[in-house]
């Protein structure tokens, strides 16, 4: 008869879970603040066009693939150009927040490692809304890009000079893009499916939809990607869990199998003539 080693214990049940007021007011605090410092970015606007010229300048001097090149794929078609602008809407925070949910009931560990990050790459995101304003291509005229959340819609921005929920000229780094990566990272890494890599089809769709509505340069991805890459290399993740261990719950323990039980000495294995005792 065929063995297979059954799932070991789940790491929920071997890490203990962060008190859960305690991570909410946490989350939450670090939201307010995000939001806070963002407001105390606005108003700088020439600046904030200044530097985006000199950005599009420096990808044309790397020699980066135009904004509008991919722009033009989406706008074959409105209900593309639509669902583009519905995703930029409505996936960024519930996406990410979905991500948060899920570690923290499932894998604890890994939830407070990613919440490290997550914090981490924010706050320096931050520091640079602060010191580097920048227009996003969409409202640059040397790009040459239309506004689709403006023309097709939805748009979560309104005129620049009167919306005061958020700041437009905090395109530098695309915290779209480097929380979208952070997300497939993390669930690569806290868990053992074989399809676990699928889960980075999220961040190319970000970036496609983030370039693609002209709401960020590419720059702005490659930035964050920096960012996330210099805070995992500080913030290391927790080790994996014992071979054997079936991490992501759907029963396959992904090729571990037990270890062959030594046959009793003097005797030989099932298949051949057992000779207990027989020597000379």
Do not use: C
Request: glycine fraction near 10%; proline fraction near 8%; charge should be neutral.
């Amino acid at each position: 008869m065929n063995a297979r080693t059954e799932p070991a214990e789940a790491e929920s049940d071997a890490t203990p879970r962060p008190p859960i007021v305690r991570e909410l007011l946490l989350v939450a605090g670090l939201f307010l603040v995000y939001k806070a410092g963002r407001g105390l970015a606005t108003g700088h606007t020439g600046e904030a066009y200044r530097n985006a010229h000199d950005v599009w300048d420096a990808e044309r001097w790397l020699h980066l693939p135009g904004e509008g090149s991919l722009q033009s794929l989406l706008l074959h078609g409105d209900a593309l150009v639509h669902g583009a602008n519905t995703y930029y809407a409505l996936v960024h925070f519930p996406a990410t927040a979905a991500f948060l949910v899920w570690l923290y009931l499932r894998r604890p560990a890994h939830y407070v490692w990613a919440r490290r990050v997550l914090a981490a790459v924010t706050a320096a995101a931050l520091v640079l809304h602060l010191t580097f304003p920048l227009a996003p291509p969409r409202m640059l005229a040397e790009a040459g890009l239309v506004d689709t959340a403006r023309v097709y819609g939805p748009s979560v921005y309104g005129p620049p000079q009167s919306d005061h929920l958020s700041n437009q000229f905090a395109a530098m780094p695309s915290l779209h893009f480097g929380w979208a990566l952070m997300v497939a990272i993390g669930l690569v890494v806290a868990t053992r499916s074989r399809w676990r890599w699928l889960w980075l089809l999220h961040p190319l769709l970000t970036l496609t939809v983030i370039v693609g509505t002209a709401n960020h340069y590419w720059l702005d991805a490659l930035v964050a990607g920096a960012l996330l890459g210099l805070a995992l290399a500080v913030i290391r993740p927790p080790h994996r869990a014992a071979a054997g261990v079936d991490g992501d719950g759907d029963g396959d323990d992904d090729g571990a199998r037990p270890e062959p039980t030594p046959a009793p000495a003097g005797t030989q294995p099932a298949g051949g003539r057992t000779l207990v005792g027989a020597g000379r």
